[in-house]
């Protein structure tokens, strides 16, 4: 089961439970909200070719970049 609903790169929404997110490669956006209702989540890795990153509201969350 995919965690992620993805549309033209673009990461709309993280579905899954878990407290750490490794975005996908190929990974160009993450829209804003991507992680809402993500009660769990205590860290998210990011790949550097994210090149938009609308999404943190949440400024307790661990980011790490990635290659």
Do not use: W
Request: net charge negative; with cysteine; proline share 1%.
């Amino acid at each position: 089961m995919n965690e992620f609903i993805i549309e033209d790169n673009n990461l709309i929404r993280y579905t899954g439970a878990s407290e750490t997110v490794v975005v996908p490669e190929g990974t160009d956006t993450i829209c804003e909200g991507a992680f809402s209702n993500c009660r769990s989540l205590k860290q998210i890795l990011i790949f550097s070719a994210v090149t938009e990153k609308e999404y943190f509201n949440r400024a307790y969350l661990k980011i790490s970049h990635s290659r």
